[in-house]
């Protein structure tokens, strides 16, 4: 059994634009937070901003990475190899890709440029580093199905197939247990968000099992401990979509799904990154805009409902840090 608490949350990031999608990684003594910063959540102005802190307490942008035209979104940045690597999604209009910056220093990053051996179309979104090389789950929507793959690189930059996943979804985390088992968290929202736990042996060029899990959630992450994945992602009552946040839950082998807290969280909230700091300690960065909207006002009129539905979507939103203590038992 797992004993997970959240010790403490704090903002640190806020500039009053929409600050969004985040993630976390540390190489050497400075930790990284990559998160995407616009006008609003769907706008087509999307920058990717990174801050740093020796400390967890004090962070300062570092840099920046922007494509002319070229929204960028949903940076996952990754310790790899002494470097620092930051990968994300490449929206226009008309076309979607995948894209990286390397850095050797994690400060002074190289340019934006495209992934090699992912399809057009195909947004690689989340990569996690593991024994040497990087994996990373890609997605692409066709209709109302999406489809959705694992791939492999050795540098960050050319990548290859491994497998194709056995459920249909789209946003997918990854991580691996220290037996080299995968473990895959899809996002569907063809089935109403409801998300599926997968797993993978090695090579990894096939799933060995797979369980929908009996609630609704996106913009996953997951973490594997022994025994148990942690998970976060973006929840909400129904009906009318009220009441968005942040919610942490824990799923240990053989066991239902335990809700463990909510993140102080509201309004457009959600992608959450973790990263250890001690045995037994981590971090979870994330963002939320409670601090400025979080439910739309009640309105009786239908016409009046639907246009606020989304109204959370152009209010700024901050990045946060989350302290989380865990003991396994």
């Not at 809700?259 to 700091?277: E, M, N």
């Not at 601090?291 to 989304?310: L, N, Y």
């Amino acid at each position: 059994m797992v004993d997970l608490r959240v010790t403490r949350a704090r903002r640190i990031y806020s500039d009053g634009q929409h600050n969004a999608f985040t993630s976390i990684a540390r190489l050497g003594d400075t930790a990284t937070v990559a998160f995407r910063s616009a006008t609003t959540h769907i706008s087509f102005d999307g920058t990717i901003k990174l801050i740093q802190s020796p400390d967890m307490e004090t962070w300062a942008v570092t840099a920046e990475l922007a494509l002319p035209s070229v929204d960028l979104r949903d940076p996952k940045v990754v310790a790899f190899q002494g470097q620092l690597l930051v990968f994300c999604g490449g929206r226009e209009p008309s076309r979607l890709g995948s894209f990286v910056s390397l850095s050797a220093d994690g400060q002074r990053f190289g340019a934006v440029t495209p992934l090699q051996g992912i399809p057009a179309g195909y947004w690689l979104w989340s990569i996690v580093s593991f024994e040497g090389a990087l994996y990373g789950s890609a997605y692409t929507s066709r209709a109302d199905e999406h489809e959705l793959s694992l791939y492999r690189s050795d540098d960050g930059v050319g990548w290859e197939k491994l497998a194709d996943f056995p459920v249909s979804g789209n946003e997918t985390a990854i991580d691996f247990d220290a037996e080299g088992r995968l473990w895959a968290l899809v996002r569907d929202d063809g089935h109403g968000s409801v998300p599926t736990l997968c797993a993978a042996e090695p090579p990894y060029r096939s799933f060995a099992s797979y369980l929908r899990l009996p609630i609704r959630l996106q913009g996953p992450m997951l973490k594997r401990l022994p025994g148990v994945c942690v998970i976060a992602g973006r929840r909400w009552d129904q009906p009318g979509r009220t009441n968005l946040r942040t919610d942490l839950f824990v799923l240990e082998d053989g066991q239902d799904i335990r809700f463990v807290r909510s993140l102080p969280s509201g309004g457009d909230t959600s992608y959450a990154g973790w990263l250890d700091t001690a045995p037994g300690r981590a971090v979870i960065s994330y963002y939320s805009a409670h601090e400025h909207k979080m439910d739309a006002p009640a309105v009786e009129d239908q016409q009046a409902r639907r246009s606020v539905a989304h109204a959370e979507h152009t209010t700024p939103a901050d990045i946060y840090l989350a302290d989380v203590s865990y003991a396994l038992r």
